[in-house]
């Protein structure tokens, strides 16, 4: 009798394993679409709008021609409702940091949906707004120059700019985003610098950058701002340098342009800051002195750099 309730147990077990084979030999893995794409500046400003098209070729991973009848297209702001239209017009009403993504799925249903995402920061460059931290005040001495105004202020004997040149008819802005001028200044080719200043103004020599630096023994964290831009810190905490301010300069880590032909890479914004002199490189007179501070190191260096391929930040002295 029990010989006989353990064949029927078997039989159950075996027909249920069979029955869950046979399930999962019918269940099939839907290929996945890839190729989303779309474009967006990373800064902008309230009231700004964003008109947003993708842009990638859609392919599928089984190597089925995708017709663009056959899909369609989504976007989502910072994880919200979904709008589903192929042209996606963004206009943020309020500051901060926005993700913006674009799903891309089957009409169908026969493929897995594919997606991608940018970050953009929505700005005020007014004094004080979205970049703060910098000791700047409304009230402290400083010059207007083409619309734009110019905090100074006598260190090491010398006046100062407290803040990047941003000439609204020389060089160019991070991102091509003219939201960025008033908040990081502007970038300029050699070329460009030793012109851009204004009146009264002038690019710093080498000697005059060296000068600042020494009456700081070196120290970069006496030249950067502690600041924050939104709700990032500019010069990230690093245990051998400290962002003390103590001289007023409020450098912050505004990054450089590579100039590449018509390429432009935008690099080192929240790690670096680098200013162009007016002093030309003694080994090579196509390259020029700059002088640059790097979050994680506590010395202010200098360096030569192509005067062509490179667009640098520009403080004015006098």
Not at 128 to 141: A, M, Q, R
Not at 266 to 286: L, N, P, R
Request: charged share 20%; glycine share 10%; aromatic share 14%.
């Amino acid at each position: 009798m029990h010989r006989k309730f353990l064949y029927m147990a078997l039989a159950i077990l075996a027909a249920a394993t069979l029955g869950c084979k046979k399930d999962e030999d019918n269940t099939t893995i839907n290929p996945s679409l890839y190729g989303a794409a779309f474009n967006i500046v990373p800064f902008g400003a309230v009231g700004e709008s964003f008109t947003l098209t993708p842009t990638g070729d859609i392919y599928a991973t089984d190597g089925t021609d995708i017709k663009e009848s056959e899909v369609g297209y989504y976007w989502m702001v910072n994880s919200g409702k979904k709008d589903t239209v192929n042209k996606f017009v963004f206009t943020p009403d309020a500051l901060g940091d926005y993700t913006i993504l674009l799903g891309v799925f089957s009409k169908t249903g026969a493929y897995y949906n594919a997606t991608a995402t940018h970050t953009i920061s929505i700005i005020d460059p007014s004094l004080g707004k979205s970049l703060s931290g910098t000791g700047i005040l409304p009230d402290d001495d400083h010059i207007t120059d083409k619309g734009v105004d110019y905090y100074y202020k006598t260190i090491g004997g010398n006046q100062w700019f407290r803040n990047n040149l941003a000439d609204p008819d020389l060089g160019l802005y991070y991102y091509n985003a003219a939201v960025t001028g008033a908040v990081l200044g502007k970038y300029y080719t050699w070329d460009e610098a030793v012109t851009a200043c204004p009146d009264g103004w002038s690019l710093p020599s080498a000697d005059q950058w060296q000068s600042l630096v020494d009456a700081f023994d070196g120290e970069a964290g006496a030249l950067m701002a502690d600041a924050w831009f939104n709700d990032t810190r500019m010069w990230s905490y690093w245990p051998t340098l400290q962002t003390e301010q103590e001289s007023g300069f409020a450098a912050l880590s505004s990054g450089y342009i590579q100039l590449l032909g018509s390429d432009r890479k935008f690099q080192g914004i929240y790690h670096y800051a680098a200013f162009w002199t007016g002093t030309e490189s003694k080994e090579d007179t196509g390259q020029a002195i700059y002088y640059y501070l790097n979050e994680n190191q506590r010395r202010v260096y200098s360096h030569s750099a192509d005067k062509k391929s490179m667009a640098l930040s520009v403080r004015c002295v006098r």
